[in-house]
């Protein structure tokens, strides 16, 4: 469902999703993003200071709402323009436009 | 300090429009689930729903508000449910033009206290099966049958798979949050039921809009029609629900000719006329005299009930209550819609005046909405129905079970009746699923042929007139 990637010479922490991201999966995954993000995070500030996150959803086919709420949650932690979502295919994308998110997400 | 409208109204579309952004994703077999699993839902709660709206409200008959409930439910999902709402609708081959369906976002409904479960009911399942989350701000006299609808409604959807937040009620206390939601940028459509307030504020504020208000229903009576299963159908239709639907007979008339027939079946079926005086009393309980408009503490209330307030003494068992009037406007309170089980009577020198009557009287309050004739007579049934102003001409039926369909007619069964531009509507139909998504038209390259041979040039020269140009564009080729 998600495999994460931290490149930490290049301070970017890469999650990639596969398959359908449903209400259930999401239950799941939320928590697993949550922890992960906070092993690198500043203990000082509570920040993502100076990290990259990238979402990628090269093999993800379906989003529920939920997946938005944790795209949002997460892009809230990082720095401006820190947080971009790849590879979405273009059902995906169309997604993020109806939820007006599409540039806040830094959807590609 | 509370929530501001703007924040809450904020939270809510954020919500709505996630779920829209799911929604989207779905396929007609994944949406038609949904649909059905709330159906089901609503359907099973008929009863418990229809009692919870007559104990909040205090209006109408908890029996009449089950079968309501059972109009929105069981007939409005056989009228959608085979209905086409996702992706590919038709592919017409030989026009070349291939319909796709859009959902269109997030849907505020505003809806009446006159109607309040069913009218919740029928919006979340026209809203579900065309993909679009729904928003519900009911009558703040009716928030809790409402706010329970929506659970029920709601539980079932997210157990057919539906996106959270696809059914969301607001709050119906406060005017101001209904106006800021109403105006959100993020609002797709509003679908509003109810007076002519809430309808003049859903279309002022600048999303579209399906707002649907009062009627006014004349009901004329010719003297081909059947005496005594007319009046049975109107009693059967203005008293049900104790007269809360819109469509419900507001007046009936008659030539004088049939007067004496006329008034002897309504008595002999448990109706009471009133006199000019006990008129006068009835007069100004049921309506405001300063603005014209009922009063709403006489809505849906039994006849039992009005008379008490009135101060009359009716005869045991009467089932309606009848005031004669001689005219139509400011000066005879009871010629306005009165959505309790009180009918205008117009008694007319001959046809022509009791059409012109009618004529009067839709179009005091009540144009675009609905009118009634009893007769057996096709050129009268047609005459009057080119002159009358209303999106459903009911013939022979009760107006209220007729005007929303299903039962009576083929009409699309609805609890929301487009008026057409009379009432401010882009639509004279009965609302449902196919007016809740965009249609796009994928348009393959079929050329006019007529169009391609013609020498276009020709049309420059002012000389050549319509004949002419005609006669060349269709030369055969």
């Given at each position: ?108 | ?9 904020n939270e809510v579309l954020e919500k709505a429009l996630f779920a829209a952004a ?456």
């Amino acid at each position: 469902m998600v495999i994460f990637d931290l490149n930490t010479p290049e301070k970017e922490l890469t999650f990639r999703f596969k398959g359908r991201l449903d209400t259930n999966v999401c239950m799941k995954i939320g928590d697993e993003i949550v922890n992960k993000m906070s092993e690198i995070k500043d203990p000082a500030t509570d920040l993502l200071t100076g990290y990259n996150i990238v979402f990628d959803l090269k093999e993800v086919n379906y989003i529920a709402s939920s997946y938005i709420r944790i795209c949002v949650n997460t892009a809230k932690q990082v720095e401006k323009g820190k947080f971009s979502i790849i590879n979405s295919d273009p059902f995906i994308k169309k997604t993020f436009k109806i939820a007006g998110l599409d540039e806040l997400l830094n959807v590609s | 300090m509370g929530v501001l409208p703007i924040e809450k109204a904020n939270e809510v579309l954020e919500k709505a429009l996630f779920a829209a952004a799911e929604f989207q994703q779905f396929n007609q077999e994944e949406t038609d689930n949904i649909v059905e699993a709330v159906y089901k839902a609503g359907f099973n709660a008929r009863v418990k729903l229809a009692k919870m709206a007559y104990e909040e409200t205090g209006i109408g008959v908890w029996e009449h508000k089950v079968l309501k409930n059972v109009i929105a439910t069981q007939l409005v999902y056989d009228s959608i449910k085979n209905e086409k709402t996702v992706g590919i609708i038709s592919n017409d081959r030989q026009t070349g033009i291939i319909e796709i369906a859009q959902p269109l976002g997030p849907i505020f409904a505003v809806t009446p206290v006159t109607n309040p479960t069913s009218t919740v009911m029928f919006k979340i399942l026209i809203c579900l099966k065309t993909r679009n989350p729904i928003i519900i701000s009911s009558h703040r006299s009716a928030i809790k049958c409402c706010t329970e609808t929506v659970r029920i409604c709601y539980e079932a959807a997210l157990e057919a798979g539906a996106p959270e937040d696809c059914i969301q009620i607001i709050s119906a206390g406060s005017h101001e949050l209904t106006q800021t939601v109403m105006g959100h940028p993020k609002v797709a459509l509003i679908l509003a039921t109810g007076g002519t307030g809430l309808v003049k504020a859903a279309y002022s504020s600048g999303n579209p809009a399906i707002g649907v208000g009062p009627g006014n229903v004349p009901v004329f009576i010719d003297e081909s029609a059947d005496l005594p299963f007319t009046v049975a159908n109107i009693i059967s239709s203005k008293t049900f629900d104790n007269g809360t639907i819109c469509a419900s007979e507001q007046s009936v008339i008659i030539e004088e000719k049939i007067e004496k027939n006329v008034r002897a079946e309504f008595e002999r079926q448990k109706c009471y006329f009133l006199n000019p005086e006990e008129t006068e009393r009835v007069s100004k309980i049921a309506v405001v005299a300063d603005s014209l408009s009922m009063n709403p503490l006489i809505v849906g209330q039994s006849v039992e009930s009005i008379a008490k307030k009135a101060n009359l003494i009716i005869p045991e068992g009467t089932c309606m209550l009848i005031a004669k009037l001689n005219g139509v406007g400011k000066d005879y309170p009871l010629s306005v819609e009165v959505l309790a089980p009180i009918l205008s009577f117009y008694v007319a020198k001959d046809y022509q005046t009791a059409i012109k009557t009618c004529i009067d009287l839709n179009y005091l309050g009540g144009i675009g909405h609905s009118a009634g004739i009893y007769a057996n007579d096709d050129k009268r049934i047609l005459e009057f129905s080119q002159l009358i102003n209303a999106g459903r001409i009911l013939v022979n039926t009760p107006t209220s079970q007729g005007a929303v369909g299903g039962i009576f007619n083929n009409l699309i069964p609805s609890l929301t009746l487009g008026c057409g531009t009379g009432g401010k509507n882009i639509t004279t139909e009965n609302i449902s699923a196919k007016q809740l998504i965009n249609i796009q038209r994928v348009c393959r390259r079929k050329l006019n042929e007529k169009w391609q041979n013609i020498d276009r040039n020709l049309y420059l020269d002012e000389s050549l007139d319509e004949s002419t140009l005609i006669k060349k564009y269709n030369k055969n080729q």
